[in-house]
């Protein structure tokens, strides 16, 4: 459970333009990573710039989060070797399904279908 609780503790702040680095070397924007984020925990900008200055770790980027979509069931596959839906501990889950969004933007997959409009 050690690698578990590095996760937790990391700085969203740390990974974050990692995020945005995978998605521009795909020809994606800091906008669209943005977006998936938004759409995912409800977080607005003013809310994520207040993460990033703060440091907030994984832990608390999801405790914190306005709202977990009510779609993140919808997100399927495979994220570092594991199915998402297949995660039994919650808040990694909720950081693997930001994995996988981000992966599938960077993979070149429709807006509309990485929202799952």
């Known amino acids: ?8 503790k990391m700085s969203f702040a740390g990974v974050y333009p ?3 680095q995978k998605a521009e070397r795909k020809g994606r924007s ?3 990573v943005d977006q998936i984020i938004f759409w995912l925990t409800g977080y607005d900008a003013a809310a994520l710039e207040k993460i990033l200055e703060q440091k907030t770790d994984f832990e608390h980027f999801f405790k914190e989060a306005p709202l977990l979509n009510p779609n993140v069931s919808k997100i399927t ?3 570092c070797g594991y199915r998402v839906e297949d995660i039994e501990e919650p808040l990694m889950q909720k950081v693997r399904y930001l ?5 599938e933007l960077a993979k070149g997959k ?3 279908k990485i929202l799952r409009a």
């Open 30 to 32: 800091k906008e669209e």
């Open 99 to 103: 994995d996988k969004l981000i992966d």
């Open 18 to 20: 990692l995020y945005i």
């Open 110 to 112: 429709a807006m509309e």
């Open 1 to 8: 459970m050690k690698n578990v609780e590095r996760v937790y």
């Open 77 to 79: 596959g495979v994220i």
